[in-house]
């Protein structure tokens, strides 16, 4: 039940790394960009909500202890930020004594990487926290297309009703004029176009699937057609 658009080329996931240390820097930004990785790094906190504006990251690295302003005040401010609430962010830190890791938890940290790095660790720790978002968005999807789905067939049943009541009284109509009243004919199409709209209620109270189809200024409609299990 996925949308039927254009495939498109897969971007290459975006790490923010936020530390003032230098070396760290470069040997973690070697690291993850050998790995496909896009990476930017800022070197305090207010550089890096200036930097996620413009380089909206997938996963944010940042360290605890740097000395302009503190991992936790910076993580504080990230977590305010609305484009920033979902985006994993794992702390880098020397030590990872119970009380650090509390307070981190409490800002909001999702993970945490202690110094001296592994590599392998801090690749595979980043790749865990990018496939929990990937099933939180899948989870999100699910939900968006269960209450299209239920919305579309409440919506189709509100209205089939009293559109049954007004083609019931056109087809009355039409038994009681006379061939050659010049009423009938316009009469006649719109009994028409109300059982076309019928067909398509009937197709919207059945839908099945999510299909898209191109439409001028958006991204895709539902494309009822072939979305519903009633053949067209």
Same mark, same amino acid.
């Given at each position: 039940?996925?949308?039927?658009? #254009?495939? /498109?080329?897969?971007? %290459? ?7 003032? @240390? $230098? ?10 960009? =050998? ?6 790094? *800022?070197?305090?906190?207010? !550089? ?19 000395? *302009? ?6 993580? *504080?401010?990230?977590?305010?930020? $609305? !484009? ?11 030590? #990872? /004594?119970?009380?650090? &890791?509390? *307070? ?9 990487? #202690? ?5 392998? @660790? &801090?690749? +595979?720790?980043? %790749?865990?926290?990018? %496939? ?6 899948? &989870?999100?999807? +699910?939900?968006?297309? /269960?209450?299209? &789905? ?5 919506? !189709? ?7 049954? +009541? ?29 059982? =076309? +709209?019928?067909?398509?209620? %009937?197709?919207?109270? /059945? ?17 009822? @057609? ?7």
């Amino acid at each position: 039940m996925s949308p039927s658009n #254009t495939l /498109r080329e897969p971007s %290459r996931p975006r790490i923010l790394l936020v530390d003032d @240390e $230098e070396p760290v820097v470069r040997a973690l930004s070697y690291v993850l960009e =050998r790995e496909g990785f896009d990476v930017r790094a *800022a070197r305090d906190g207010s !550089a890096a909500l200036e930097a996620a504006r413009g380089f909206p990251p997938d996963v944010i690295l940042l360290e605890v202890e740097m000395s *302009a302003r503190g991992g936790l005040e910076t993580l *504080a401010r990230i977590r305010e930020q $609305e !484009a920033l609430k979902g985006t994993p962010v794992l702390l880098m830190c020397s030590q #990872t /004594r119970p009380r650090d &890791v509390v *307070a981190g938890l409490e800002h909001g940290a999702d993970d945490f990487i #202690t110094k001296p790095f592994d590599p392998r @660790e &801090v690749l +595979a720790r980043i %790749r865990a926290q990018l %496939r929990i978002r990937s099933l939180q968005e899948q &989870v999100l999807h +699910a939900e968006r297309w /269960r209450v299209l &789905v239920e919305t579309a067939g409440g919506v !189709a049943h509100e209205m089939s009703q009293p559109l049954t +009541a007004v083609m019931g009284n056109l087809e009355l109509l039409l038994m009681r004029l006379p061939s050659g009243d010049p009423v009938r004919a316009t009469i006649q199409r719109v009994f028409e176009n109300g059982e =076309r +709209a019928v067909a398509l209620l %009937r197709k919207l109270q /059945r839908i099945e699937s999510y299909e898209l189809k191109e439409y001028p200024g958006t991204a895709g409609i539902l494309d009822i @057609e072939r979305s519903s299990k009633i053949p067209g």
